[in-house]
């Protein structure tokens, strides 16, 4: 089929089209005349099908936090009460809570990773478009073991003391029900029926088939005493509901956390619970707060330096090839379109190593181009046929680039197994563009180059 070259035109014509539509920003089209009445955008697409199931934004780039700016946290984990054998282990269990926590904040792309030299044990938090440098430590870094106490034997409840058993944690004891034994926790605002917390958020606790029995059981022996609800078992409790009789009788519906709360603590918490807690404490070493202007000075100064860098090995190329170096050219447009397409539908998150990786990819793609063009140069001095030589040309540099990119690839994938956020997003980039340069050097390339022999062949017969 592809053997066509009109086929082949068509498809490197499709593909070209659905790139640019993919790549292209949110761009206004007005043509208003005699003829024609055009209002309407192309480009910047935000594509929902099958009622939401399926969703891929395409109105920007996914931009990492040197690009789009946003907060860097360094935290070590104290693992000295934890077995040595089982530290590495406490430190990806903790790394999993904490990614957990920032994905529950709604921001994208974050990177969270652990470091371990010698006996310190960190772990790496970067929120890309977030500033609030203290509610993100505050959220992260606390703990946040959610337990529920009743008094002990020896405790009366009254009214009276109240206050004392608020403000006296050896007053209470674990009852062996934690947030461990939750679904979930949600924000909500008090009805009207409570009247003492009407319109202030509270936190609505989602059981567990196994926790609601254990709550019910609970509950049944502190009819009209409170049960309290310590987070880390700290402080003073979150919230000392009096059990009511009605509720003695069995949980029929979440229990509701009433407290001081404003709905940015209530959110906090309840992703503090959902998450769950941190199997060892951790303190901040490191907090940075990187602005978004910057950002979008290096990425324009990037691009600019792709697309001089693009020009100049353009010219290069019509120089050096003349005509097979204008249809080089091109090929590399279509390169530079198809990849970042790529980039917007994995999609990538584009850091200034990133788009290192994409520039130095342009420059393999014109590698491949060199060595074909150079061996269809040799067939032709040798006195071989044009058709022939192209052919030749095409089939005998192909180990050359085979090999080159394949040594290329390996190395893309090595550091992208073992390295960090910045060395993984130049590797991922770098990969990307070496096999879009494959399919632009041997398949777009070589049918520029056919297609421009018929022609020829056709004028000159």
Excluded: C
């Excluded at 109105?59 to 946290?73: A, M, Q, S």
């Excluded at 519906?253 to 918490?269: C, H, M, N, Y």
């Excluded at 940075?288 to 100064?301: H, N, P, R």
């Excluded at 061996?375 to 044009?386: Q, S, Y």
């Amino acid at each position: 089929m592809f053997k066509n070259i009109y086929v082949r035109l068509g498809l490197i014509s499709a593909l070209t089209t659905l790139a640019l539509l993919i790549v292209l920003p949110r761009t206004p089209i007005k043509m208003n005349n005699s003829f024609i009445g055009l209002d309407t955008t192309i480009g910047g697409y935000n594509i929902e099908l099958s009622g939401g199931k399926f969703k891929k934004d395409l109105r920007d780039f996914k931009k990492g936090l040197d690009l789009k700016g946003g907060i860097r946290i360094v935290l070590e984990a104290d693992v000295s009460k934890i077995d040595a054998g089982e530290r590495d282990i406490a430190l990806e269990s903790a790394k999993d809570v904490i990614s957990k926590r920032v994905d529950l904040l709604g921001v994208t792309e974050p990177y969270v990773a652990t470091t371990k030299s010698g006996d310190q044990y960190r772990i790496l938090v970067e929120i890309p478009g977030l500033d609030n440098v203290t509610e993100a430590v505050n959220l992260i870094g606390q703990t946040a073991q959610l337990t529920f106490k009743q008094l002990k034997p020896e405790n009366e409840w009254s009214e009276d003391k109240m206050f004392e058993y608020y403000t006296t944690p050896d007053s209470w004891e674990n009852t062996g029900i934690t947030g461990a034994d939750l679904k979930g926790a949600d924000v909500v605002v008090a009805d009207q029926t409570d009247i003492q917390n009407q319109g202030k958020p509270q936190i609505k606790l989602r059981f567990s088939d196994e926790g609601r029995e254990k709550f019910s059981e609970l509950a049944k022996k502190n009819v009209n005493k409170p049960i309290a609800l310590y987070l880390d078992e700290t402080g003073v409790p979150l919230s000392m509901p009096v059990v009511s009789a009605d509720l003695a009788q069995g949980l029929t519906d979440d229990p509701v956390i009433s407290g001081d709360f404003t709905f940015e603590t209530a959110k906090s918490l309840s992703i503090q619970i959902r998450a769950g807690a941190l199997p060892v404490p951790v303190k901040v070493l490191e907090q940075e707060t990187i602005g978004a202007t910057l950002g979008a000075e290096s990425v324009q100064k990037s691009f600019f330096a792709a697309g001089v860098g693009l020009l100049l090995v353009v010219l290069f190329l019509i120089f050096r090839y003349g005509r097979l170096g204008i249809l080089a050219g091109v090929a590399l447009f279509i390169y530079s379109v198809l990849t970042l397409a790529i980039f917007k539908l994995v999609p990538v998150v584009l850091t200034l190593p990133g788009i290192a990786g994409f520039i130095l990819s342009i420059g393999m793609a014109t590698d491949a181009n060199v060595l074909v063009f150079e061996r269809v140069k040799e067939e032709l001095f040798w006195g071989k046929p044009k058709n022939l030589a192209i052919h030749l040309g095409f089939d005998r540099a192909w180990n050359s680039i085979k090999d080159s990119n394949i040594s290329s690839l390996i190395t893309s994938f090595i550091l992208f197994q073992f390295g960090s956020g910045p060395v993984k997003g130049f590797a991922l980039t770098l990969a990307i563009g070496i096999a879009v340069s494959l399919f632009s050097s041997i398949f777009v390339v070589r049918t520029f180059i056919e297609f421009a022999n018929v022609r020829g062949e056709k004028k000159n017969a």
